[in-house]
């Protein structure tokens, strides 16, 4: 079992940063591949970014590639997400999950455990 409780959201103009940070509580963090997840208004929960169990493999979809960077500390059992060049589209509810196994999955159906979410609100 898994517990975890996103933090780091809030208002940025556009072309701002953020850092989110999800703290996952237990010992076996490190055995977890971890993936963020967003959710606009009147939107499905859409894949963001993804990493391995051992920080070395991301994937990130196609919109945030070159302004976004997943990372992980097993010894801090934290998994971050950092912004930058943030765009009004962006604006959305932000969501850490975590699931077993090894392989790449960007189906929010997929992760057994899942944060509260974080506020990005971008602005122009």
């Known amino acids: 079992q898994v517990h975890l409780v996103e933090s780091g959201g809030g208002l940025v103009q556009a072309g701002g940063s953020l850092r989110l940070s999800c703290a996952a509580s237990?010992?076996?963090?490190?055995?977890?591949?971890m993936g963020w997840f967003r959710q606009a208004p009147g939107k499905e929960r859409e894949f963001v970014a993804w990493i391995n169990r051992s920080g070395t493999v991301t994937r990130y979809v196609d919109s945030v590639k070159g302004r976004f960077t997943i990372s992980r500390d097993n010894a801090k059992n934290t998994v971050y997400l950092q912004m930058n060049s943030l765009k009004p589209e962006d604006t959305a509810v932000y969501y850490c999950a975590g699931r077993s196994g090894v392989v790449v999955r960007i189906t929010p159906s997929d992760y057994d455990y899942w944060g509260q979410g974080t506020q990005v609100t971008v602005s122009s």
């Open positions: 237990g010992r076996t963090f490190s055995s977890y591949v």
